[in-house]
Antibody
Framework: EVQLVEFGGGLVQPGRSLRLSCAASGFTFDDYAMHWVRQAPGKGLEWVSGISWNSGSIGYADSVKGRFTISRDNAKNSLYLQMNSLRAEDTALYYC????????????????WGQGTLVTVSS | QSALTQPASVSGSPGQSITISCTGTSNDVGSYKLVSWYQQHPGKAPKLMIYEGSKRPSGVSNRFSGSKSGNTASLTISGLQAEDEADYYCCSYAGSSTLVFGGGTKLTVL
Protein backbone atom coordinates (compact mmCIF):
# COMPACT_ATOMS: atom_id res chain seq x y z
CA GLU A 1 0.00 0.00 0.00
CA VAL A 2 1.35 3.39 -1.02
CA GLN A 3 1.74 5.77 1.89
CA LEU A 4 2.93 9.37 1.97
CA VAL A 5 3.31 10.97 5.39
CA GLU A 6 4.21 14.62 5.71
CA PHE A 7 5.61 16.23 8.82
CA GLY A 8 7.42 19.35 9.90
CA GLY A 9 4.58 21.87 9.72
CA GLY A 10 3.73 24.29 12.49
CA LEU A 11 3.46 27.92 13.51
CA VAL A 12 6.34 30.12 12.36
CA GLN A 13 6.97 33.86 12.34
CA PRO A 14 7.22 35.80 9.07
CA GLY A 15 10.74 35.79 7.70
CA ARG A 16 11.69 32.55 9.43
CA SER A 17 12.37 29.11 7.95
CA LEU A 18 10.77 25.69 8.12
CA ARG A 19 11.64 22.31 6.60
CA LEU A 20 8.93 19.89 5.56
CA SER A 21 9.55 16.18 5.09
CA CYS A 22 7.56 13.45 3.38
CA ALA A 23 8.19 9.79 4.15
CA ALA A 24 7.20 7.48 1.31
CA SER A 25 6.51 3.75 1.40
CA GLY A 26 4.78 1.04 -0.59
CA PHE A 27 6.37 1.81 -3.97
CA THR A 28 9.80 2.14 -5.57
CA PHE A 29 10.48 5.75 -4.60
CA ASP A 30 13.26 6.42 -7.10
CA ASP A 31 11.07 5.41 -10.04
CA TYR A 32 8.87 8.50 -9.79
CA ALA A 33 8.88 12.27 -9.75
CA MET A 34 7.51 13.85 -6.58
CA HIS A 35 5.76 17.14 -5.86
CA TRP A 36 4.61 19.54 -3.18
CA VAL A 37 1.12 21.03 -3.57
CA ARG A 38 -0.43 23.45 -1.09
CA GLN A 39 -3.92 24.61 -0.23
CA ALA A 40 -4.56 27.79 1.73
CA PRO A 41 -7.52 27.63 4.12
CA GLY A 42 -10.74 27.70 2.11
CA LYS A 43 -8.85 28.11 -1.18
CA GLY A 44 -7.89 26.00 -4.16
CA LEU A 45 -4.89 23.82 -4.91
CA GLU A 46 -1.56 25.42 -5.85
CA TRP A 47 1.37 23.47 -7.26
CA VAL A 48 4.50 24.50 -5.35
CA SER A 49 7.40 22.43 -6.65
CA GLY A 50 8.34 19.19 -8.35
CA ILE A 51 11.48 17.05 -8.63
CA SER A 52 12.34 14.27 -11.05
CA TRP A 53 13.33 10.78 -9.98
CA ASN A 54 17.06 11.53 -9.92
CA SER A 55 16.82 15.21 -8.87
CA GLY A 56 18.03 16.12 -12.35
CA SER A 57 15.04 18.30 -13.11
CA ILE A 58 13.36 20.64 -10.63
CA GLY A 59 10.65 23.25 -11.01
CA TYR A 60 9.07 25.88 -8.77
CA ALA A 61 6.00 28.06 -8.84
CA ASP A 62 6.83 31.74 -9.32
CA SER A 63 5.33 32.46 -5.91
CA VAL A 64 8.05 30.45 -4.12
CA LYS A 65 11.01 30.60 -6.50
CA GLY A 66 14.14 31.78 -4.73
CA ARG A 67 12.68 31.09 -1.28
CA PHE A 68 11.83 27.37 -1.32
CA THR A 69 14.09 24.44 -2.19
CA ILE A 70 12.87 20.95 -2.98
CA SER A 71 15.11 17.91 -2.55
CA ARG A 72 14.88 14.15 -2.18
CA ASP A 73 16.91 11.34 -0.64
CA ASN A 74 16.18 8.15 -2.56
CA ALA A 75 18.14 6.07 -0.06
CA LYS A 76 15.74 7.24 2.67
CA ASN A 77 12.58 7.28 0.52
CA SER A 78 12.09 10.87 1.55
CA LEU A 79 11.08 14.17 -0.04
CA TYR A 80 11.85 17.55 1.49
CA LEU A 81 10.85 21.19 1.15
CA GLN A 82 13.08 23.84 2.68
CA MET A 83 11.05 27.01 3.09
CA ASN A 84 12.89 30.26 3.79
CA SER A 85 11.72 33.86 4.15
CA LEU A 86 8.23 32.69 4.94
CA ARG A 87 5.31 35.06 4.39
CA ALA A 88 1.75 35.14 5.67
CA GLU A 89 0.56 34.08 2.21
CA ASP A 90 2.51 30.81 2.54
CA THR A 91 0.03 29.70 5.21
CA ALA A 92 -1.49 26.50 3.87
CA LEU A 93 -1.85 22.75 4.13
CA TYR A 94 1.14 21.30 2.29
CA TYR A 95 0.62 17.99 0.50
CA CYS A 96 3.28 15.62 -0.75
CA UNK A 97 2.18 13.95 -4.00
CA UNK A 98 3.56 11.13 -6.13
CA UNK A 99 3.72 11.52 -9.91
CA UNK A 100 2.74 8.73 -12.27
CA UNK A 101 5.96 9.31 -14.24
CA UNK A 102 9.72 9.65 -13.75
CA UNK A 103 10.09 13.30 -14.62
CA UNK A 104 8.21 16.52 -13.97
CA UNK A 105 8.46 17.35 -17.67
CA UNK A 106 6.47 14.29 -18.62
CA UNK A 107 4.13 14.43 -15.65
CA UNK A 108 1.15 12.18 -15.83
CA UNK A 109 -0.52 13.63 -12.77
CA UNK A 110 -0.46 12.93 -9.05
CA UNK A 111 -1.83 9.49 -8.25
CA UNK A 112 -1.14 9.40 -4.51
CA TRP A 113 -1.33 12.17 -1.93
CA GLY A 114 -0.47 12.45 1.73
CA GLN A 115 -2.86 13.92 4.27
CA GLY A 116 -0.87 17.15 4.43
CA THR A 117 0.97 19.13 7.08
CA LEU A 118 -0.27 22.58 8.10
CA VAL A 119 2.07 25.55 7.94
CA THR A 120 0.92 28.76 9.62
CA VAL A 121 2.97 31.91 9.17
CA SER A 122 2.02 34.52 11.73
CA SER A 123 3.58 36.78 14.31
CA GLN B 1 2.26 31.07 -14.36
CA SER B 2 -1.36 32.16 -14.35
CA ALA B 3 -3.95 29.80 -12.93
CA LEU B 4 -6.08 27.92 -15.43
CA THR B 5 -9.66 29.19 -15.65
CA GLN B 6 -12.50 27.00 -14.40
CA PRO B 7 -16.12 27.92 -13.69
CA ALA B 8 -16.62 28.54 -9.98
CA SER B 9 -19.61 26.23 -9.84
CA VAL B 10 -21.68 23.81 -11.87
CA SER B 11 -24.73 21.79 -10.93
CA GLY B 12 -26.81 18.95 -12.24
CA SER B 13 -29.50 16.50 -11.23
CA PRO B 14 -28.85 12.82 -10.57
CA GLY B 15 -28.51 10.89 -13.81
CA GLN B 16 -27.64 13.95 -15.86
CA SER B 17 -24.28 14.77 -17.44
CA ILE B 18 -22.18 17.82 -16.72
CA THR B 19 -18.98 19.22 -18.19
CA ILE B 20 -16.37 21.30 -16.41
CA SER B 21 -14.10 23.39 -18.59
CA CYS B 22 -10.49 24.31 -17.92
CA THR B 23 -9.10 27.08 -20.09
CA GLY B 24 -5.42 27.81 -20.34
CA THR B 25 -3.10 29.17 -22.99
CA SER B 26 -0.84 27.94 -25.77
CA ASN B 27 1.90 27.76 -23.12
CA ASP B 28 0.18 25.09 -21.06
CA VAL B 29 -3.06 23.29 -21.96
CA GLY B 30 -2.68 24.07 -25.64
CA SER B 31 0.83 22.68 -25.94
CA TYR B 32 0.74 19.45 -23.95
CA LYS B 33 -1.38 16.34 -23.56
CA LEU B 34 -0.58 16.51 -19.86
CA VAL B 35 -3.79 17.66 -18.22
CA SER B 36 -5.01 15.90 -15.10
CA TRP B 37 -8.22 16.25 -13.09
CA TYR B 38 -8.76 15.86 -9.34
CA GLN B 39 -11.79 15.38 -7.14
CA GLN B 40 -11.67 16.71 -3.59
CA HIS B 41 -14.29 16.12 -0.94
CA PRO B 42 -14.34 18.44 2.10
CA GLY B 43 -11.52 17.73 4.51
CA LYS B 44 -9.99 15.08 2.27
CA ALA B 45 -6.91 14.88 0.08
CA PRO B 46 -7.48 15.25 -3.68
CA LYS B 47 -8.04 12.13 -5.78
CA LEU B 48 -6.77 11.66 -9.33
CA MET B 49 -9.68 11.14 -11.73
CA ILE B 50 -8.12 11.72 -15.16
CA TYR B 51 -4.48 11.85 -16.22
CA GLU B 52 -2.68 12.62 -19.46
CA GLY B 53 -5.79 14.31 -20.74
CA SER B 54 -8.14 11.36 -21.07
CA LYS B 55 -6.84 8.33 -19.19
CA ARG B 56 -8.64 6.94 -16.15
CA PRO B 57 -6.71 5.44 -13.24
CA SER B 58 -7.68 1.99 -12.12
CA GLY B 59 -10.73 2.17 -9.89
CA VAL B 60 -12.16 5.40 -11.29
CA SER B 61 -15.63 5.04 -12.73
CA ASN B 62 -15.98 5.18 -16.52
CA ARG B 63 -18.62 7.87 -15.92
CA PHE B 64 -15.66 10.24 -15.79
CA SER B 65 -14.01 11.26 -19.06
CA GLY B 66 -11.54 13.89 -20.20
CA SER B 67 -10.92 15.66 -23.46
CA LYS B 68 -9.16 18.67 -24.92
CA SER B 69 -9.70 21.12 -27.74
CA GLY B 70 -7.19 23.85 -28.35
CA ASN B 71 -6.42 25.65 -25.10
CA THR B 72 -9.40 24.17 -23.25
CA ALA B 73 -9.59 20.85 -21.46
CA SER B 74 -12.86 19.38 -20.24
CA LEU B 75 -14.03 16.89 -17.64
CA THR B 76 -17.37 15.24 -18.29
CA ILE B 77 -19.28 13.31 -15.64
CA SER B 78 -22.17 11.26 -16.92
CA GLY B 79 -24.93 9.66 -14.87
CA LEU B 80 -24.41 12.09 -11.99
CA GLN B 81 -24.55 10.55 -8.54
CA ALA B 82 -24.83 12.18 -5.14
CA GLU B 83 -21.28 11.13 -4.24
CA ASP B 84 -19.92 13.10 -7.19
CA GLU B 85 -20.66 16.32 -5.29
CA ALA B 86 -17.19 17.73 -4.60
CA ASP B 87 -14.64 20.28 -5.77
CA TYR B 88 -12.86 19.51 -9.04
CA TYR B 89 -9.49 20.85 -10.15
CA CYS B 90 -7.63 20.66 -13.44
CA CYS B 91 -3.85 20.78 -13.67
CA SER B 92 -1.58 21.18 -16.68
CA TYR B 93 2.10 20.97 -17.43
CA ALA B 94 3.28 24.48 -18.29
CA GLY B 95 6.80 23.91 -19.56
CA SER B 96 10.22 24.19 -17.86
CA SER B 97 9.29 21.57 -15.25
CA THR B 98 6.40 23.63 -13.91
CA LEU B 99 2.72 22.88 -13.50
CA VAL B 100 -0.34 25.01 -12.91
CA PHE B 101 -3.75 24.26 -11.37
CA GLY B 102 -7.13 25.70 -12.18
CA GLY B 103 -9.03 27.66 -9.58
CA GLY B 104 -11.41 24.81 -8.89
CA THR B 105 -15.09 24.12 -9.59
CA LYS B 106 -17.69 23.24 -6.99
CA LEU B 107 -20.07 20.59 -8.31
CA THR B 108 -23.49 20.48 -6.72
CA VAL B 109 -25.77 17.51 -7.32
CA LEU B 110 -29.31 18.85 -7.01
Amino acid sequence: EVQLVEFGGGLVQPGRSLRLSCAASGFTFDDYAMHWVRQAPGKGLEWVSGISWNSGSIGYADSVKGRFTISRDNAKNSLYLQMNSLRAEDTALYYCAKDTRLAVAGTGGFDYWGQGTLVTVSS
Amino acid sequence: QSALTQPASVSGSPGQSITISCTGTSNDVGSYKLVSWYQQHPGKAPKLMIYEGSKRPSGVSNRFSGSKSGNTASLTISGLQAEDEADYYCCSYAGSSTLVFGGGTKLTVL
